[in-house]
């Protein structure tokens, strides 16, 4: 005869409920705790080092009528933003020479823009002007700002004439120090808020794949000597942009865990565009 087991004694499917000590307990509560802790803070490093500023530094003369210097801030292959350094050579009449400089954006990208308002016009045509560009001092947030950043192609950074006493004009302007190449004095004044100003800051707005990211250019910018002709002298020194789009930038931070720095640019590898883009690593 089968012997049949009573209800109560048939076999369970639960596991029994072990209890563990009380110090054991408070251990892997710990733990658990630590653990979730560490990890929210592994997630928050994570998206803090998705941040980053690329700096890319740079000592390059903006030649004078020698053509523009590009500016590829994100190193794509496509020139975001131009400088260019122009010169009217003085002329027996009327007897001055006209320096300029100014930044414009690449060819094609309509919605580049540059941080500054305000037009000048020109003095041989009083409806045609430039935008004055902003001379930004480091540390200043560049972002969306809808009164500094308006549509341009190019902007005014400085602009210097000289004007000469000669035979022709004796009386053009005060007596002032010899100017080359004409004799009995000179005049000058100066137009926009570059002149004469060093490691200053250009505020710049640009796309990356339809996205809008900000970036800053410095340039130092003087006047040449008698020998140069009272021409304008301008560096590039260095740029950079933020990956994130539509974060501000901090204008001359090239500082920081969240800061990458490319080695400096040349004339010759701004001017390669495309072609150049293997060559660009990050400093160790």
Known sequence: MTRQNPKHERPSNRRPTIRLG??????????????LSAGASLLAITRSAEAKIV????????????????????HDG??????????????T???????????????????????????????????????????????LSVGANKSYFRKSPKGL????????????????GPAGA??????????????????????????????ISGHIHYGWARVTV???SAKQKNSILATLIGYAYETVANKPIITGK???????TLEPATLGRLGQGASGISTWRAKK
Not at 27 to 32: C, E, G, I, K, M
Not at 79 to 85: C, H, P, R, Y
């Open 93 to 139: 009449y009327p007897p001055f020479s006209l320096a300029t400089l100014v930044v414009g954006t690449g060819a094609g990208n309509t919605r580049n823009k540059f941080w500054g308002r305000g037009y000048m016009a020109k003095p041989s045509n009083r409806f045609s002007s430039n935008r004055f560009v902003a001379a930004l001092r480091p540390g």
């Open 22 to 35: 009380q110090e054991l307990e408070k251990s892997l509560s710990a733990y658990v705790a630590a653990a």
């Open 254 to 260: 090239t500082k920081g865990p969240d800061v990458v």
């Open 157 to 172: 950074m400085a602009r210097l004439w000289v004007f000469y006493r000669s035979a022709l004009l004796p009386r053009v």
């Open 222 to 224: 003087t006047r040449g």
């Open 178 to 207: 010899s100017c080359s190449p004409h004799t009995g004095g000179c005049y000058s004044w100066t137009s926009g808020q570059w002149m004469y100003t060093k490691n200053r800051y250009l505020g710049l707005q640009f796309t």
């Open 78 to 91: 496509i020139t975001d933003f131009v400088l260019s350094n122009f010169f009217r050579t003085p002329t």
């Open 55 to 74: 700096y890319t530094p740079a000592k390059v003369n903006i030649p004078i009528n020698g053509g523009p210097v590009p500016i590829d801030l994100n």
